[in-house]
């Protein structure tokens, strides 16, 4: 249930938090995923709110001499944990189908950019022109539009969100 609330708030692909490691995470709350978890292959970088690291805390305190994220006795989740435990609790829903939540709300929700949004995701842009000139990560973008979304998950509410619509 940790792993999967981190994905949502994070808006992550399963692989990239149950393969998840701690010592990819900084102690300035920014969470390193190496290319060989994510989907197109490069490196990602993802600003960790305030729940997220509470998370990660509480993960630690119940398996601490673990290298994972989140684990059950040293041990990486499966792939298929977080989709057993929402078929448990009775949803027919998508793990994946969150981050598809999350692109939606950017667009329909709030002001943030597309661009932001995208790269949050980790999406690659189609057009190399585009590409070669949109390098940086957006990261101070990406910082306020997760903490949006953290707020939006925990309330359910747009009003305490900083930069929403």
């Known amino acids: 249930a940790l792993a999967l609330e981190f994905l949502v708030l994070n808006a992550n692909r399963t692989g990239e938090v149950t393969g998840g490691r701690r010592e990819e ?15 197109v292959g490069k490196e990602h970088r993802v600003p960790l709110g305030q729940r997220s690291l509470e998370l990660l805390e509480i993960a630690k305190s119940l398996d601490p001499d673990s290298d994972y994220l989140f684990s059950r ?3 990486q989740l499966s792939g298929m944990a977080m989709s057993m435990l929402l078929r448990r609790l009775g949803y027919s829903v998508t793990v994946h189908g969150f981050r598809s939540t999350f ?15 995208e790269k949050a995701l980790a999406h690659t842009i189609a057009s190399k022109v585009e590409a070669a000139y949109r390098r940086g990560e957006l990261l101070e973008p990406r910082r306020r539009l997760m903490a949006d ?13 900083a930069t929403s619509a």
Request: hydrophobic share 30%.
């Open 149 to 161: 979304w953290e707020c939006y998950c925990l309330t359910g509410q747009l009003a305490c969100c």
């Open 73 to 75: 006795k040293g041990k």
């Open 103 to 117: 692109r939606d709300w950017v667009a329909e929700e709030t002001t943030h950019s597309p661009e932001v949004a």
């Open 25 to 39: 995470v900084s102690e300035n709350g920014i969470w390193t995923i190496p290319g060989e978890r994510m989907k």
